[in-house]
């Protein structure tokens, strides 16, 4: 193989989790609910906690797709803060010693 083979350019970046970023957002529309419902009271023919729960379903979804878009604007943000490293695979059979990071694991 020739060097220009061997050697790849690849870009690292740091992505934020989606799964955080809905959860946040679900428990800040269900968080709004209860405190709707616990300050207008029972409304007629159902009680406070079946309020909170309807209210936690209208506005649990909104507050799940406001977390999605925070997590596309957080996203977007650290898409141009890549790093670009020289990729070399690693050679068979060389008898190469483990790195530090996988040598620490379970030695002390």
């Given amino acids: 193989m020739s060097s220009r083979e061997q050697h790849r350019q690849v870009t690292v970046r740091h992505a934020p989790r989606l799964v955080p970023f809905l959860v946040v957002g679900a428990a800040v529309g269900v968080v709004a609910a209860v405190v709707l419902a616990i300050v ?22 909104p507050g799940l797709a406001l977390g999605a878009v925070a997590w596309l604007i957080a996203e977007r943000r650290t898409r141009g803060r890549g790093r670009t490293y020289d990729a070399v695979p690693r050679e068979s059979g060389s008898g190469a010693a483990p790195t530090e990071r996988n040598s620490a694991h379970g030695q002390r």
């Fill in 40 to 61: 207008n009271g029972p409304t007629e023919g159902y009680s406070t906690l079946s309020s909170a729960g309807f209210l936690a379903v209208v506005l649990g979804l």
